[in-house]
């Protein structure tokens, strides 16, 4: 469980690495709004009139560097994701003595990724040795003594489509949690982040704004001629959202592998 901890931590510190970047970026924006100091006009500061010129220039520019933020952003909360299903995968396969203790979702969903991998291996960024290994794998836990070394656990994250809510959801499931989303909005710390009242409405905001921010990252990974910038502000209040929703994802992802234990079979 410590795992899931150093994951939440490193994906903590990645997103305040964010907010400073964006910090730089409204300072700088100021800078360039701003005018020379008298006190300076008659002093030679060459690096400092130099930035100011650039700054001044750049200004409408800026937009970019936040928009490439966001994007990082959402790329960094998927993988944050993908390491919580991965670590708790790996746990649940260390509790359990033979492969049908585990959660029957557990694997059958293992099952179709493996033989999707292995029908389409470069789908998902494999080749065809690597799929082959997982096949192997598969076979063995069905035909060999258990070895949870044979549970290729970091196939139960992969996903075709960016992880909006529903996709979300879906991955959750194949561990077995049943209304991961549900959970989300008890969350106090989650309602105190979005200003809401009840579950429902802390459900429902979270899965708009993540729906919303992976919506913002395809437009701006494939902007138009009328594609509009996020300013700052918005990359703060993203990143202030995501901080409260990834540290209820670790609550309750550390919760589930807590209280989990392998069925009890005939």
Known sequence: MDRLQIACDDFLADLKR???LIDLVQVMRRFGASEIPEILENNEWEAAETLWH????????LPLISGSLLMYLAGRFEFYVRQLVEVTAEEMARKVDTY???????RNNLK???????QNPSRYGFDNVVAEGHLKD???????????????SALLSLTEANLKSRVLSDVTKRLGMKDVWKDVGKQASLKLALDTA????TTGEAMSKLDTLMDDRNALAHPTGGMTFPDPEKVIETAKFIEALSQSLRD???VYLAQWEPEVTG
């Not at 650039?54 to 520019?61: I, P, V």
């Not at 598969?138 to 290729?152: G, I, T």
């Not at 009840?198 to 409405?201: I, K, L, N």
């Open 18 to 20: 964010i907010e400073h």
């Open 198 to 201: 009840t579950d429902g409405e």
């Open 252 to 254: 309750l992802f550390l």
């Open 54 to 61: 650039r700054a001044k220039e750049r200004r409408t520019d």
């Open 138 to 152: 598969f076979a063995a836990l069905l035909n060999s003594k258990y070895d949870p070394n044979h549970v290729s």
């Open 112 to 118: 179709k990724q493996v033989l999707e991998i292995a």
């Open 100 to 106: 049908l203790d585990l959660p029957e979702k557990y």
